[in-house]
């Protein structure tokens, strides 16, 4: 079957399946950070115009299917996925990442939003902050006994009081370590992505002692199907027709799964 395949992208796993798809789909990515160019699916960089546009570009390319991979912190995308495909008269499929999961040991703390974060930080004075870009737009808030670390995909020249690295990851532990040791980290600041690529910060934070303030997950809208693993989804994908690599040939890839892991 050849059946078209919209694919909304930008996490690790929406490039593994994307990887898997045949030419007649499309892997949506917003162009942030790198665009892969060895696909063998089409590839599109940029927006929609909000759900109404994603619902007139999914008539245009007679796409049947909608595939929402997205970041979990990604709402409003998300949103327009479940809404453009109504207005389609297409089905969407979400994969929704369980989110980390604290063990023994573990100092987590959740926050609402910038405003509370910024006053559950107000005891520290060397946090690192792993939460995309946002950051950046605060750098002239930082208090005179605080200096920050900001890593997100794209770097810039440190300011006053301020570090930004542009790194994407997956980081490893040693990596981390050594991180944390030169910036002498106080506090760790993420988002509860779920991601395998970013989780040894966590086992880091844990091994030093270090509180994490973890941003609260946004409400997701539902879907027709909804999935908690690569996997399972590609299962259901090859039992649908709609895979390019049948279940019996030799796995190029390899599937990393996610989902439920305690860091």
């Known amino acids: 079957m050849s059946a078209r395949i919209l694919l909304l992208g930008g996490t690790s ?76 008269g297409i089905v969407c499929w979400a994969l929704r990442r369980p989110g980390w999961q604290a063990g023994g040991g573990d100092d987590w703390r959740e926050v609402d939003d910038w405003a509370e974060l910024v006053a559950a930080l107000a005891p520290f004075q060397r946090p690192l902050f792993t939460l995309g870009r946002e950051p950046l737009e605060h750098l002239h808030e930082i208090p005179l006994h605080q200096h ?67 941003l609260r997950r946004p409400s997701l809208p539902p879907v027709q199907r909804e999935f908690v693993s690569l996997e399972a989804l590609w299962q259901v994908l090859q039992q649908a027709g709609y895979g390019a690599t049948q279940p019996n040939e030799p796995d190029p890839v390899g599937w990393v799964s996610d989902a439920g892991r305690r860091p």
């Open 13 to 88: 796993e929406a490039l593994r399946l994307a990887r898997r798809l045949g030419p007649a789909s499309i892997y949506s990515l917003a162009g942030l950070g790198r665009v892969p160019d060895d696909l063998p699916c089409q590839v599109r960089v940029g927006g929609f115009g909000g759900a109404e546009g994603l619902a007139a570009f999914i008539a245009a390319k007679g796409i049947e299917l909608l595939l929402d991979l997205t970041h979990p912190y990604a709402a409003q995308i998300s949103a327009n996925a479940a809404r453009a495909a109504t207005l389609a």
């Open 148 to 214: 920050w670390t900001v890593r997100c995909l794209q770097g810039q020249p440190a300011v006053e009081r301020a570090e930004i690295i542009g790194a994407r990851g997956p980081f490893d532990l040693d990596g981390e370590r050594a991180l944390f040791a030169r910036l002498q980290t106080d506090v760790l600041i993420s988002k509860n992505s779920g991601s395998q690529a970013t989780e040894p910060k966590l086992q880091v934070a844990r091994e030093l002692g270090l509180p994490v303030l973890l």
